[in-house]
């Protein structure tokens, strides 16, 4: 059974900082592109930063760009995204994806394993 498992949300205060992290199993991350995509209620979900399989391309929201960086390390099957200089806006529930693409375009449709997603609340 292909799983994604993320990790790592929770409270934290405006111009903090919190560390995301999307685990596999029952595959290898090896071959897929991997997005974080996050959706506040009441809005659509989003597109928040994708990485291609070899991590040699990355694509942020432009409301992130700057404060926020994916990564992966393939040995551990695992992709991160850290969040740094979080504000309100940035609260959602934030959910990793996999899908088998050359790049790393965040659209939606190109995922197809998605995770049950964790609750990052910015406030104070």
């Known amino acids: 059974q292909l799983q994604l498992v993320e990790s790592g949300g929770g409270l934290v205060q405006p111009g903090g900082s919190l560390r995301l992290s999307c685990t596999a199993s029952?595959?290898?991350?090896?071959?897929?592109?991997i997005g974080w995509f996050r959706q506040a209620p009441g809005k659509e979900r989003e597109g928040v930063s994708c990485i291609s399989s070899t991590g040699g391309s990355t694509n942020y929201a432009d409301s992130v760009k700057g404060r926020f960086t994916i990564s992966r390390d393939n040995a551990k099957n695992t992709v991160y995204l850290q969040m740094n200089s979080l504000k309100p806006e940035d609260t959602a529930v934030y959910y990793c994806?996999?899908?088998?693409?050359?790049?790393?375009?965040?659209?939606?449709?190109?995922?197809?394993?998605w995770g049950q997603g964790t609750q990052v609340t910015v406030s104070s």
């Open positions: 994806a996999a899908g088998r693409q050359y790049g790393s375009s965040c659209a939606p449709f190109l995922y197809n394993v």
């Open positions: 029952g595959f290898t991350l090896d071959y897929y592109a």
